[in-house]
């Protein structure tokens, strides 16, 4: 252990120090840094995989369940896309240095905002390997320094993506210790680091809730948390219901291992008789068990091959990640609304209607980071939303919500010009 945290500490003096240079990086170097780790996911790919094929045998060994294995698998295509990701990131506007919200004051003060890294950034996750990268290029674009911990499961994965962004960032001119990788797995590691207050500025956790309530509650420095998505769709009487089918069967099956999938359908009583026999349907041809209310049994148990569960309690404000879901039947909007604030993570939550009205109402009262009409939650994504990519999603308010990319990752400082003014 002792070993553990002298590398701990001496990888956070390395990062402290780069990321004050960092500050003033040109986007030319950042952006030339993006394109090479880009690069590189394709022609390492060879390395990646075979380290990925490890830790991916020994999870399976050990019992991990499906969805976590999922999340940690990778592939060509998947290696490709997160290539493709860090291309999108490289593309993007650089937000550090950007001016914003200048006045002149009466006293002819001219004032305003300009936009500057946060510092150090400390991530803790669990399982994705491609977070290894996702947060790598965005804290890099964004002026900020990373000190990266993941879990024991994907510690090769995660070592040979390391070695690949750490290396094309050094080609490209970025400071050492841009992007530091703790190879300790030692649990008592997140510890020591979640007190290394002077050293890092903000911490993110991405995994499940034992790692996200251990992070908030032990941490010295400010703590985003999210990631945790129980996402409802409700499917309104005046829903257009071939629609509904569609965007339902989307949110649930596309890919149900991850934080944004639906997990919890709810359906008007005026349209449950026509609807719930459409999607269950559908649903059954992907293997979806439904764990149903006792209306929403009552309609859907003459089907035959469906896998239907009575629903209990539990199933309420329950995150499956899984080809489960659990089905309600409501008699309105507030219903739909009420259930949402009592169940509801704060993650993603959707309706599908053809009413304005209420549409509009759900927006404005649903409280969550991202709240649809008439779309699938599976888009909760910075990448989908235009981002790049993103380093987590947070269902805080402070200090950002929903996807959090390249402009969340920074703070700003007033700039202040005068002209010999004094205050009176």
Same mark, same amino acid.
């Given at each position: 252990?002792?070993?553990?945290?002298?590398?701990?500490?001496?990888?956070?003096?390395?990062?402290?120090?780069?990321?004050?240079?960092?500050?003033? &990086?040109?986007?030319?170097?950042?952006?030339?840094?993006?394109?090479?780790?880009?690069?590189?996911?394709?022609?390492?790919?060879?390395?990646?995989?075979?380290?990925?094929? %490890?830790?991916?045998?020994?999870? =399976?060994?050990?019992?991990?369940?499906?969805?976590?294995?999922?999340?940690?698998? &990778?592939?060509?295509?998947?290696?490709?896309? +997160?290539?493709?990701?860090?291309?999108?990131?490289?593309?993007?506007?650089?937000?550090?240095?950007?001016?914003?919200? +200048?006045?002149?004051?009466?006293?002819? &003060?001219?004032?305003?905002?300009?936009?500057?890294?946060?510092?150090?950034?400390?991530?803790?996750?669990?399982?994705?390997?491609?977070?290894?990268?996702?947060?790598?290029?965005?804290?890099?674009?964004?002026?900020?320094?990373?000190?990266?911990?993941?879990?024991?499961?994907? %510690?090769?994965?995660?070592?040979?993506?390391?070695?690949?962004?750490?290396?094309?960032?050094?080609?490209?001119?970025?400071?050492?210790?841009?992007?530091?990788?703790?190879?300790?797995?030692?649990?008592?590691?997140?510890?020591?680091?979640?007190? +290394?207050?002077? @050293?890092?500025?903000?911490?993110?956790?991405?995994?499940?809730?034992?790692?996200?309530?251990?992070?908030?509650?032990?941490?010295?420095?400010?703590?985003?948390?999210?990631?945790?998505?129980?996402?409802?769709?409700? @499917?309104?009487?005046?829903?257009?219901?071939?629609?509904?089918?569609?965007? @339902?069967?989307?949110?649930?099956?596309?890919?149900?291992?991850?934080?944004?999938?639906?997990?919890?359908?709810?359906?008007?009583?005026? @349209?449950?008789?026509?609807?719930?026999?459409?999607?269950?349907?559908?649903?059954?041809?992907?293997?979806?068990?439904?764990?149903?209310?006792?209306?929403?049994?009552?309609?859907?148990?003459?089907?035959?091959?469906? =896998?239907?569960?009575?629903?209990?309690?539990?199933?309420?404000?329950?995150?499956?990640?899984?080809?489960?879901?659990?089905?309600?039947?409501?008699?309105? &909007?507030?219903?739909?609304?009420?259930?949402?604030?009592?169940?509801?993570?704060?993650?993603?939550?959707?309706?599908?209607?053809?009413?304005?009205?209420?549409?509009?109402?759900?927006?404005?009262?649903?409280?969550?980071?991202?709240?649809?009409?008439?779309?699938?939650?599976?888009?909760?994504?910075?990448?989908?939303?235009?981002?790049?990519?993103?380093?987590?999603?947070?269902?805080?308010?402070?200090?950002?919500?929903?996807?959090?990319?390249?402009?969340?990752?920074?703070?700003?400082?007033?700039? %202040?010009?005068?002209?010999?003014?004094?205050?009176?």
């Amino acid at each position: 252990m002792e070993l553990a945290v002298k590398e701990l500490e001496g990888k956070g003096k390395e990062a402290k120090a780069a990321s004050r240079k960092l500050a003033f &990086l040109s986007t030319e170097t950042k952006n030339k840094a993006l394109l090479n780790i880009a690069e590189a996911l394709i022609t390492k790919k060879g390395e990646i995989l075979a380290a990925n094929r %490890i830790d991916y045998e020994e999870a =399976k060994a050990s019992g991990m369940n499906e969805a976590m294995l999922d999340r940690l698998l &990778l592939s060509p295509s998947r290696l490709e896309d +997160m290539s493709h990701d860090v291309r999108k990131v490289a593309a993007l506007p650089d937000p550090v240095g950007e001016v914003f919200e +200048m006045r002149t004051l009466t006293n002819g &003060l001219q004032i305003g905002k300009k936009r500057v890294p946060l510092g150090v950034i400390g991530a803790i996750y669990e399982s994705r390997p491609n977070v290894t990268i996702d947060i790598s290029s965005l804290c890099l674009k964004s002026g900020n320094a990373v000190i990266l911990r993941g879990g024991k499961e994907a %510690i090769n994965s995660n070592s040979a993506l390391a070695r690949v962004a750490q290396q094309a960032c050094l080609d490209a001119g970025v400071p050492q210790g841009a992007i530091e990788f703790i190879q300790s797995t030692e649990r008592a590691l997140v510890h020591h680091m979640l007190r +290394m207050k002077g @050293v890092i500025d903000l911490i993110i956790p991405r995994g499940g809730s034992g790692l996200i309530k251990l992070v908030s509650e032990n941490a010295a420095m400010p703590v985003v948390t999210g990631g945790i998505g129980v996402c409802h769709t409700y @499917v309104d009487r005046s829903a257009d219901l071939t629609k509904a089918v569609a965007i @339902v069967y989307n949110a649930k099956v596309q890919r149900p291992t991850v934080c944004n999938a639906l997990d919890c359908l709810l359906v008007h009583s005026q @349209v449950a008789q026509a609807y719930l026999p459409a999607i269950a349907k559908e649903w059954a041809k992907a293997g979806v068990e439904m764990h149903c209310d006792e209306r929403a049994m009552a309609i859907l148990e003459s089907i035959p091959s469906l =896998k239907l569960v009575p629903a209990v309690e539990e199933d309420w404000g329950k995150e499956y990640l899984s080809l489960k879901a659990a089905i309600k039947v409501v008699d309105s &909007l507030d219903g739909a609304l009420v259930h949402i604030e009592r169940y509801g993570s704060g993650h993603s939550e959707a309706i599908i209607t053809e009413d304005y009205s209420a549409a509009m109402r759900f927006l404005n009262q649903v409280d969550a980071a991202c709240v649809y009409a008439n779309a699938s939650t599976r888009f909760t994504d910075g990448a989908q939303f235009g981002l790049g990519a993103e380093i987590g999603i947070s269902t805080q308010k402070f200090h950002a919500r929903g996807p959090m990319a390249l402009k969340e990752l920074t703070s700003y400082k007033w700039i %202040i010009f005068g002209s010999g003014q004094v205050r009176p």
